[in-house]
C-alpha cells in the first residue's frame, strides 16, 4: 500500500558546518555552492521536481545569511522557517519542533548536505511508492556503500532479504562492514515520534525502536550519490555534476 506523494517536507540545515571549514568560516554550510548552486537550492529543486508545494528548513548556525538568500527564490516549494539559533536539537529534536507543521502525514525529510541525481524515476516518487504506513514507520533511501562517494563509513545497514532492494532494515552492529548507507532522504509517518526522547537527539534513536519493532525499511537508490560534508566531498560532487552535463 503506497501512500500519495507527500505535499511537505523538512530540509535539514541547521548544523555547525565545521567539517566543511574553512569554506564555512562565513556563510551557513547549505549556502556552500556546488556546480554554481548552493546546497540548500539542490535539496529545494529535488523537492520542486517531484511536486512537492511546502517545505520547512531549520537553520542555526548564520542562518540570516540562509533566509536572505532564500528570499529571492523563484521556484517552489513554499517556505517555513524553524529557528534553532538559541539551541541545536539534532535532527530528531529538530524534526520533532517542527512536526505539527505536517498535519499527521507523512512526510520527507532531507539532509541539506548531501547531492543525488536519479535514473529511472525521481527517488521521493520511489519513496511514496513503496512507503506502506501500516508496516512501515519510516523508509530510508539506502546507497550501496561502494558507490558513496565522499563517505567514508563502514556502512549502516544490512536488507533483511539481501536480494532485494526494499525491505526491513537490520543495523551493522558488530559486524566489520555493511552493504548500505543512509542516503540522507526519507519518508516517515508522526508515529514514528511518538515518545520521544527529552531535548535534543538525533533520529537514530528512533529509526532503531522502529527497527526493534519491525518497522524501518529501506530502499535501495538508483542513481548517483555524493556525500558533502567537507571540502574535498563538495569538490568531487561538483566534478560528478560537470561530468554528467558535458
Known sequence: MSVPLPKKAMILAAGKGTRMR??????PKA???VDGKTLIDHALDHLNDAGVDQAIINFHY???QML???ANRQSGPSLSYSDETGALLETGGGVLKALSFFDDQPFFTINSDVIWTDDDS???????EAFDPEAMDALLLLTPRDQAVGHP?????????AD???GPLIWRGEADTAPYIYASVHISRHALYRDPPVGAFRLTELWKRASDEGRLYGLVHHGKWHDVGNPAG???????????SA
Open 122 to 128: 525521481p527517488a521521493l516518487h520511489r519513496l511514496a
Open 153 to 161: 563509513g563502514a556502512g549502516d545497514f544490512f536488507i533483511e532479504h
Open 234 to 244: 563538495r569538490d568531487q560532487a561538483e566534478q560528478m555534476l560537470r561530468d554528467l
Open 62 to 64: 548564520r542562518g540570516q
Open 22 to 27: 574553512p569554506l564555512t568560516d562565513n556563510i
Open 68 to 70: 536572505d538568500h532564500l
Open 31 to 33: 549556502l556552500v555552492e
Open 164 to 166: 532485494s532492494e526494499l
